[in-house]
């Protein structure tokens, strides 16, 4: 037994195994509702019924139920995502200068997962039209 030798295995990135890698819809649809947040001039995502059964989550104190994926849907095929969001601007900030800061954003966030972006529709569903309305007496 004192004879047999230890023999070493080089690990090179030829001896990694193969497989394929799956990235979910869902998984997509989160970085880009957290790419799209960070967007000065971005108020809320999501249309006026998401929007209205939020309002009553966090009330009931549900407020993070279904916020992670509001007002995103992607679909990726291929290493490739079709992104389709629905955003409120806050008021007075020019539409065009919102969404394409949210087109790059978003493709720069969902690009660092090593997806490739073909397209991101944007609806402008709503306009915020200021703060918190002021307490009534």
């Avoid at 679909?75 to 539409?95: D, K, Y």
Wanted: proline share 4%; hydrophobic share 45%; glycine share 10%.
């Amino acid at each position: 037994m004192g004879d047999e030798a230890t023999r070493e295995l080089s690990v090179t990135p030829d001896a990694v195994a193969g497989g394929s890698t799956l990235v979910s819809d869902e998984v997509v649809e989160k970085i880009v509702v957290a790419a799209t947040r960070s967007v000065p001039g971005v108020a809320e995502l999501g249309g006026d019924v998401a929007r209205f059964f939020n309002a009553v989550l966090d009330k009931v104190g549900l407020d993070q139920v279904g916020d992670a994926r509001r007002g995103c849907s992607a679909h990726v095929t291929n290493g490739a995502a079709v992104v389709n969001l629905v955003i409120v601007i806050e008021a007075g900030r020019p539409v065009p200068q919102v969404t394409d800061a949210v087109r790059a954003k978003v493709t720069e966030a969902v690009e660092a997962y090593g997806l490739r972006v073909d397209e991101i529709n944007i609806r402008v569903d709503d306009v915020a039209m200021g703060g918190p309305a002021a307490p009534t007496t």
